[in-house]
């Protein structure tokens, strides 16, 4: 009688269960699909803080380690603050625009129950909190940029002062102008999906004059020739490039904001792939090149390789096949070569290679939308990049200029000469 039982049950449940699959997938909307998929992503960006942590510490030396983790873990809570306090109603500012396309404001921050992007996005709502969360993500990303260049001789207040402007303001104000719908999405036609121009190159620009005020490493530069420093460990730097690698995937794949249908599970897929195609042509063109210029492969070279191709991915992840994808990757491997060497040879500090990465790496990346998505243009993608560039330029010197004359960038001879770490300004300067 059980054994019958049994049998009549099993029967029922394979008769029923293709029933039962489609109700429970009909039972989950397009909303909730969409609204997991981008705090997931978001998740997968907030893990690359990690990553920037790791990447600088290994780069910078022994005795800058714990306030280049200090620096970190406080850019990221002042980042995300500063960006869901002003930011986002700056970003996005819904139509509520002062100077129309230019600048706006849509107020203090409202969590609303459904965030949707109009006739292109369509069906791609989520909930409102998701985006504030996913995009604050993305913001902490662009302060990590400016932080490994500018280390092992700046002040950490300063920084944490410029760090809120220009997550507050700068940031914002000009992504407004492509992803809040402002004139350079529609008088330029700018495309730029997850970032390469609004994120990397912004983070690029603002690292770059940085750099150029606070100055160099104190031995850095010696009668006209580069002195390495030292890094405190090229494991932890591996580490921490393989972390960025990683979250890269949501940072790219999140931006296209829908995981809801059929189509969209194969454009993300899609995207997941370019983007490690492009990290990958990145790395094996960085090792050729150190191959062939030193006789040995460059692990910092290499490292920095994959974050170029992942960068000049950013701006269209989703049009190119794999393969236009692994050539974008290995143009950047090359462009970083020969921004490394302009770096050096105008005497500009930037411990981690973040401006080649960031800045150079996007511009490459943004120019080559114009290759792979037939609404983009050469004209309006190189237009609209040179247009953030002067912007960030202008407005962040500003800030550097004002803090540097007001407060001080940097800390003493005698603090960086025995190391940050030991000196009694880690927390208080």
Known sequence: MIKQVLGIAVLAGIIAGPAAA????????????NTLFVVFCGVLVMWMAAGFAMLEVGYVQTKSVVAQCAKNIGLFAIASTAFILTGYGIMFPNGAWILPGVLGYDGVIEITDVV????????????GAADIFFQSMFCVAIASIVSGTVAERMKLAPFFIFTAIFTAVIYPIQASWTWGGGFLASDFGFKDLAGSTVIHVVGG?????????????TGRFVDGKTVPLGNASMPLATIGTLIL???WYGFNAGSYLSFSSDADAT???RIFL???MAAAGGVIAAAFISYFKENRFDLSFMLNGALGGLVAITAEPLFPTPLMAFSIGVGAGLILFFAIQLLEDLKIDDVVGAIPVHLFCGVWGTI???????DATIFGQLVSVAIVMAYVAVASGFVWYVLHKSIGLRVTSDAEDVGIDQSSLVLNT
Do not use: C, E, K
């Open 22 to 33: 489609q109700q429970a997938s009909s039972g989950v909307s397009p909303y909730v699909m």
């Open 274 to 276: 370019n983007t490690n």
């Open 245 to 247: 690698w990683m979250g």
């Open 205 to 217: 620009t603002a690292a770059l004059i940085g750099a150029l005020v606070v100055g160099s490493r």
């Open 267 to 269: 454009n993300v897929a």
């Open 116 to 127: 949707d992007y109009g006739s292109d996005f369509v069906g791609r709502g989520h909930a």
């Open 368 to 374: 080559a939308v114009a290759f792979t998505n037939a």
